[in-house]
């Protein structure tokens, strides 16, 4: 961490009060977590297991790439049922 973060970081512990450390929690608990928010196949599951293992099974950061990639995939979802209606229309 550079002083500039430091600084920062000390400023803000005067602000807000006392910073709670949030640790991770083990892979098994981070991986149905994971699932809940992000239903996979087996076949995925590795897939998910290192991306788990990438965010170093913090929670927070976990649910938040849970909402990412639902967000994602609604839009591919729409974009394909656009490209597809679209081709319907044409024909």
Request: charged letters at 20%; a positive charge; glycine letters at 2%.
């Amino acid at each position: 961490m550079g002083s500039n973060e430091s600084i920062i970081i000390i400023n803000l512990i005067k602000i807000y009060g006392n910073i709670i450390q949030v640790k991770p929690i083990d892979e098994e608990d981070t991986l149905t977590l994971f699932k809940t928010k992000v239903p996979f196949s087996e076949s995925s599951k590795a897939n998910a297991e290192a991306l788990i293992q990438t965010l170093k099974c913090i929670s927070l950061t976990i649910t938040y790439t849970a909402i990412y990639i639902n967000i994602k995939i609604l839009i591919i979802i729409i974009l394909n049922y656009l490209k597809l209606f679209r081709k319907s229309k044409i024909n």
